[in-house]
């Protein structure tokens, strides 16, 4: 039994390695623009619009309106990122009812290259706004004492991310083989149900926790310009 998809190996030239989580990785991203292009490419403001135009739709808006509650801030700032690090991860973890597909979440090396994402997304989205001055004041705060250990901060939330996401998905996936080679009837497809529910749940965990980080580190600004209005 494979815990992650990175112990499957389909080709394997020297250093050179093609695992499952490549494969599936890869096959994903061509399923969600292959999906997207088919989508919207034939998108009209129209009265009636089709079936797939008003899911698109309803997930965006969504997506969008929990961006502005959480962060305060317009939408559409944060929308291409986050919106594409959720959609990337609920996809990933609903396929997972696909007989022989291998969620890339449940790989380390994937929940951690999202994390190093969303790492380097907080100050690309806090110095585009603040300048890069006023950004790495934050780190001399309250004391340029707390430098060390603000800078471990950020470094210890960006593995707790990987690991979190990481090993939800893994649990999941083991238990539910566990569970369907043990009694593989009706008990392991009301915890597949769950499991989706559990993946839908993690990805929107993901995404909030990723837009609380980017949003905090742009914080700064915002607080000024509020004293300057006060």
Do not use: H
Request: charged letters at 10%.
């Amino acid at each position: 039994m494979q815990i992650t998809p990175d112990e499957i190996i389909y080709w394997q030239y020297g250093p050179v390695i093609i695992n499952a989580t490549i494969v599936f990785t890869w096959g994903l991203i061509v399923f969600m623009v292959g999906g997207s292009f088919l989508i919207t490419r034939k998108i009209k403001k129209t009265t009636k619009p089709s079936r797939w135009q008003m899911m698109l739709e309803t997930i965006v808006d969504v997506i969008r309106q929990q961006i502005t509650e959480i962060s305060n801030q317009p939408s559409a700032t944060f929308l291409p990122f986050i919106g594409t690090l959720f959609l990337f991860i609920v996809v990933s973890n609903i396929l997972l009812v696909v007989p022989g597909f291998q969620p890339p979440t449940g790989s380390l090396s994937t929940t951690a290259a999202l994390a190093l994402c969303v790492f380097f997304a907080v100050p690309i989205f806090g110095i585009s706004q603040q300048g890069l001055g006023s950004y790495l004041k934050q780190y001399l705060k309250p004391t340029p004492f707390m430098l060390p250990f603000n800078i471990i901060g950020e470094v210890s939330r960006t593995m707790a991310l990987a690991v979190r996401l990481f090993g939800n998905v893994m649990s999941g996936t083991l238990i539910i083989a566990i569970l369907i080679s043990l009694i593989p009837l009706v008990f392991p497809i009301v915890m597949q149900v769950l499991g989706l529910l559990t993946g839908v749940i993690q990805a929107y965990i993901f995404a909030i926790l990723a837009l609380v980080y980017i949003s905090s580190g742009m914080r700064e600004k915002q607080e000024n310009n509020n004293q300057e209005r006060g």
